[in-house]
């Protein structure tokens, strides 16, 4: 994932609290709108409670990135998403990985379209 579109944690820091979640099968991701970005940004995490070995915790944090990468771009909005993964990602494939991150998003930008 490019740095442009990683969160910093002087940024997570600076998160307001109530934030917008979404759930998925895989993962939940919380949205956070915050103009100071100046466009996306994401945080992934995967508690050792989820997985406990350093080496699935950073297998699964590896699927949900470059699922993200062609997706991120497109995304022009100033807004923070951070990735929680449930326990069901340390199974999954890719495949499965990318199409509940690209259904997230699009959840996430139909219910932003108004009606």
């Known amino acids: 994932m490019p740095k442009k579109y990683r969160l910093s ?3 997570w820091l600076r998160l307001p609290r109530p934030a917008r979640r979404v759930h ?3 993962f939940s991701i919380s949205v956070v709108p915050f ?3 100046g466009g996306p940004r994401v945080a992934l995490v ?3 409670k989820i997985a ?3 080496v699935d915790r950073n297998r699964i944090e590896r699927r949900c990135r470059e699922a993200l990468r062609p997706l991120i771009k497109n995304i022009q909005k100033p807004v923070a998403f951070i990735f929680h993964a449930k326990r ?3 199974e999954a494939s890719y495949a499965e990985v990318a199409l509940d991150v690209g ?3 699009r959840s996430l930008d139909a219910q932003d379209t108004p009606r």
Do not use: F, I
């Open 9 to 11: 944690r002087a940024d």
């Open 24 to 26: 998925g099968s895989y």
């Open 35 to 37: 103009p100071p970005l």
């Open 46 to 48: 995967v508690p050792k």
């Open 52 to 54: 406990r070995r350093a």
């Open 88 to 90: 069901e990602a340390q």
């Open 103 to 105: 259904k997230l998003l």
